[in-house]
C-alpha cells in the first residue's frame, strides 16, 4: 500500500514569491494534517482537515498561508508571499483509528 | 504554542549503552504516541499508550505511561547506531472519529561507535 506522498522534495524560492505543496494521503484516511517543522524541533500544526472540511487552522497564518483539499483526498498548501522565516520542512500527514502516517516532507528554503 | 516538554533535548551516547528521555505535560493525556523521526524523513509511529500505569514494550525500547496520564518516558536498552533519530510524543486528542495530534519539542538521540 502507498504511503503518504508529498512533492516537491524541495523547494528553493526568492522571498516575496508564492510556492506551493501538494499531498496526497494514504487512500481511505479521512483526517489530513498539514504541519511545519523547524530545524531539531518537534512539528506544529497548521491545519487539519475532516474529508474535505477544515476542522482546525487556529494555527495557519491566514494573511499569506492557505490550504485546500478538494473532494476530501489531495490537498494543497499554499504560500503568498514568502518570507524568510518560512523555511522549514511542511509535512502532510494522514490517520485512521488515531495513528498517523507521514510524508517525507518538503524542505522549503526561502532564500 | 507547545503543550509537550521533552527532556533532554540532545543526548549523545555510544552504542551498548542504556537511555531514557521523558515527556511531560501539565495537562492529563487521553492518550499518548511516541514517534521517531530520522533526518529526510517524516515522523514513524512507534507506539500507542492510553492506559495510566500501562508499559509497552517494543524490542529494546520500553514505554511507560505515567500513573497520573501526565508523563510518559522511553527506555532503550543496548542502544545501536540505528536508534538515532528525533523522538517525539504526541498528544493525542478523539472527538468522535476524528483524531487531533499535538507534538512535543523533541529529544535528538545521537548513538556513536
Known amino acids: 500500500e502507498a504511503g503518504v506522498v508529498q512533492s516537491p522534495r524541495y523547494k528553493i524560492i526568492e522571498k516575496k514569491q508564492p510556492v506551493a505543496f501538494w499531498c496526497n494521503p494514504i487512500?481511505?484516511?479521512?483526517?489530513l494534517y498539514w504541519y511545519r517543522q523547524n530545524l531539531g524541533q518537534g512539528p506544529e500544526l497548521l491545519i487539519r482537515?475532516?474529508?474535505?472540511?477544515?476542522?482546525?487552522d487556529s494555527q495557519l497564518p491566514k494573511d499569506r498561508f492557505s490550504a485546500e483539499r478538494l473532494k476530501g483526498v489531495d490537498s494543497t498548501l499554499k504560500i503568498q508571499p514568502a518570507e524568510l522565516g518560512d523555511s522549514a520542512v511542511y509535512l502532510c500527514?494522514?490517520?485512521?483509528?488515531?495513528?498517523?502516517?507521514f510524508g517525507q516532507g518538503t524542505r522549503l528554503t526561502v532564500v | 504554542t507547545q503543550l509537550l516538554e521533552q527532556s533532554p533535548q540532545f543526548l549523545s551516547i555510544q552504542e551498548g549503552e542504556n537511555l531514557t528521555v521523558y515527556c511531560n505535560s501539565s495537562?492529563?493525556?487521553?492518550?499518548l504516541q511516541w514517534y521517531r523521526q530520522e533526518p529526510g524523513e517524516g515522523p514513524v509511529l512507534l507506539v500507542t499508550?492510553?492506559?495510566?500505569?500501562e508499559v509497552k514494550k517494543l524490542k529494546r525500547l520500553t514505554f511507560q505511561f505515567g500513573d497520573a496520564r501526565k508523563d510518559s518516558s522511553l527506555h532503550i536498552t543496548a542502544a545501536q547506531t540505528g536508534d538515532t533519530g528525533l523522538y517525539l510524543c504526541?498528544?493525542?486528542?478523539?472527538?468522535?472519529?476524528?483524531?487531533?495530534?499535538?507534538f512535543g519539542t523533541g529529544t535528538r538521540l545521537q548513538v556513536t561507535l
Open positions: 487512500s481511505g484516511h479521512n483526517t
Open positions: 482537515y475532516e474529508n474535505e472540511e477544515a476542522v482546525d
Open positions: 499508550v492510553v492506559t495510566g500505569g
Open positions: 495537562s492529563v493525556f487521553s492518550s
Open positions: 504526541a498528544l493525542v486528542t478523539i472527538t468522535g472519529t476524528a483524531s487531533k495530534l499535538t
Open positions: 500527514a494522514s490517520s485512521s483509528d488515531g495513528k498517523a502516517f
